[in-house]
T-cell receptor
Framework: DSGVTQTPKHLITATGQRVTLRCSPR?????VYWYQQSLDQGLQFLIQ???????AKGNILERFSAQQFPDLHSELNLSSLELGDSALYFC????????????FGNGTRLTVT | GQQLNQNPQSMFIQEGEDVSMNCTSS?????WLWYKQDPGEGPVLLIA?????ELTSNGRLTAQFGITRKDSFLNISASIPSDVGIYFC????????????FGTGTRLQVTL
């Protein structure tokens, strides 16, 4: 158990809809990262937050947004969903955000129909 | 986005055999990490390397941080069935943005 909690585990929704994925980092970790993994693909970095502030951005679509709250949990919002957004979405956390290994949650599997 | 190249992409080996895989990048990294992902689960950290030339072991796993800082290697000795999974390398740099850049993955299957 990595200590990173993601909910929900599975999500099935229709095209055009909006969903929110939630992540609770490990106790003491200030940095949260979001990654997308499509079928049989590697992990693509979406966005990083450190202590409530956005720290780095990857290839995150404009339809996607995220935030980190004062209690350090994070949410990833996906809107105007398309079939191609179906993927595993992973959250990871680390202690300081600098040269600290990332620890991953078990992901949210999003299926867009 | 950028991805690191891993070789081989997949491999079938017999139980008891040793396994070697590598990861290469066009740019340097200050840290190399190796993760294993089982189906339906998140990647689990196996080994972290922080210094060029460093050789680190974790049980039957040994990883090396390449001297050029553009590559890393993972060896698994005496493979067992539970070694099955996808192995990802990841590079990380210093700075305020410490995201990981992941490799394309090596899928390992072990036969009895």
């Amino acid at each position: 158990d990595s200590g990173v909690t993601q909910t929900p585990k599975h999500l099935i929704t229709a095209t055009g809809q909006r969903v929110t994925l939630r992540c609770s980092p490990r106790s003491g970790d200030l940095s949260v990262y979001w990654y997308q993994q499509s079928l049989d693909q590697g992990l693509q970095f979406l966005i990083q937050y450190y202590n409530g502030e956005e720290r780095a951005k990857g290839n995150i679509l404009e339809r996607f947004s995220a935030q980190q709250f004062p209690d350090l949990h994070s949410e990833l919002n996906l809107s105007s969903l398309e079939l191609g957004d179906s993927a595993l979405y992973f959250c990871a956390s680390s202690v300081t955000g600098v040269l600290s290994p990332l620890h991953f949650g078990n992901g949210t599997r999003l299926t867009v129909t | 986005g950028q991805q690191l190249n891993q070789n081989p992409q997949s491999m079938f080996i017999q139980e008891g055999e040793d396994v070697s895989m590598n990861c290469t990048s066009s740019s340097i990294f200050n840290t190399w990490l190796w993760y294993k992902q089982d189906p339906g689960e998140g990647p689990v950290l196996l080994i972290a390397l922080y210094k060029a030339g460093e050789l680190t072991s974790n049980g039957r796993l040994t990883a090396q941080f390449g001297i050029t800082r553009k590559d890393s290697f993972l060896n698994i000795s005496a493979s067992i069935p539970s070694d099955v999974g996808i192995y990802f390398c990841a590079g990380q740099n210093t700075g305020t943005a410490s995201k990981l850049t992941f490799g394309t993955g090596t899928r390992l299957q072990v036969t009895l």
